[in-house]
């Protein structure tokens, strides 16, 4: 295989976010499966679509929309006895539409609490048992690292929130486009911070570096990073803020010479942004993120009949 073809879909893929975007808010602006305001809603997902559930979550939380809580969906308390977790509905995430622990969660809550799936594959296992589906096919991807379907959902989520993203789009088209510095391609290692709804994406940016690259890379809360784990901060490694910025964290960052990147940008053109970083820090090191290693388009679990 020659690098030429190395992460040839993730690359289509990346470069698509913003068009498909625009997709994304016209459907979520003509749409209203997602659940009303003020119900009590749980958001499943996993791996990406966990981070991205975490996301949507917050947000929706902090717009007064009504509680709402992310789980990873093999951790998923939906089913107890407790008035705590009485969910009205339930959003499950999943690009594939047939992970194993999403499908246990949709099978068991048939009948019993009103469900939305938001898919990249309306014609896969899960479209069968959820009550609404929101698809998303012209996201779906042939590349087993995500890119444009968690951002896309996102997109999706967020504008049923009501937030503008035109402006994340427009920069989008610049994070997909423009050259990566060899700074950025060299690093050693890279964290991600983020505030609010952005902390998701911190989480999401650190699983697609670890994924395509098989790098050292972590994620944290921007303001719990300075409770212990800027200690790794040093000359040729990264740390990388997505959205608001805590008080001194410059200050701060600035003593410890590693890269130090605050652009301004909207958080989610700043997600696209790392997806081509880990693009091309794969090609550089021969990998292919297209084929990772011991990863698959889906978890699918070989579990034993009770």
């Not at 791996?47 to 509680?67: D, H, V």
């Not at 992970?99 to 099978?107: F, K």
């Not at 699983?207 to 395509?212: G, I, P, S, Y």
């Not at 292919?288 to 290693?293: G, V």
């Amino acid at each position: 295989m020659t690098e030429a073809i190395l992460g040839a879909h993730m690359d289509h893929e990346l470069t698509s976010q913003p068009a498909v975007w625009t997709r994304a808010i016209a459907q979520a602006r003509e749409e209203h499966l997602l659940p009303a305001d003020g119900l009590r809603v749980a958001v499943i997902g996993c791996g990406t679509s966990w981070f991205i559930a975490q996301s949507y979550s917050a947000a929706r939380e902090r717009a007064g929309k009504g509680l709402t809580d992310p789980f990873a969906a093999s951790e998923a308390f939906l089913n107890s006895n407790s008035a705590a977790r009485d969910y009205d509905a339930v959003v499950a995430i999943t690009r594939s539409g047939t992970t194993t622990e999403v499908l246990e969660q949709l099978a068991a809550l048939k009948g019993n609490v009103r469900t939305v799936a938001l898919l990249g594959d309306v014609e896969s296992p899960a479209a069968a048992l959820a009550d609404s589906v929101i698809g998303l096919p012209y996201a779906d991807e042939k590349s087993v690292v995500q890119t444009r379907f968690a951002t896309a959902a996102l997109v999706y989520l967020l504008t049923s929130l009501g937030m503008d993203l035109t402006g994340a789009v427009e920069e989008a088209r610049h994070a997909v486009s423009d050259k990566v510095p060899l700074e950025l391609v060299e690093a050693e290692q890279f964290t991600f911070l983020g505030q609010g709804w952005t902390v998701g994406l911190a989480h999401e940016a650190g699983l697609k570096m670890r994924e395509a690259v098989q790098g050292w890379t972590e994620s944290y809360p921007a303001m719990e990073y300075r409770h212990g784990p800027i200690s790794i901060a040093a000359p040729g490694r990264v740390t990388w803020l997505f959205g608001e910025q805590p008080e001194g964290l410059d200050d701060d960052m600035a003593k410890t010479g590693a890269l130090y990147l605050n652009t301004g940008r909207h958080p989610l053109a700043e997600l696209a942004r790392v997806h081509k970083v880990a693009l091309e820090r794969a090609r550089a090191r021969g990998l292919d993120p297209d084929r990772p290693r011991n990863l698959t388009r889906s978890v699918i679990l070989d579990v034993a009949a009770p």
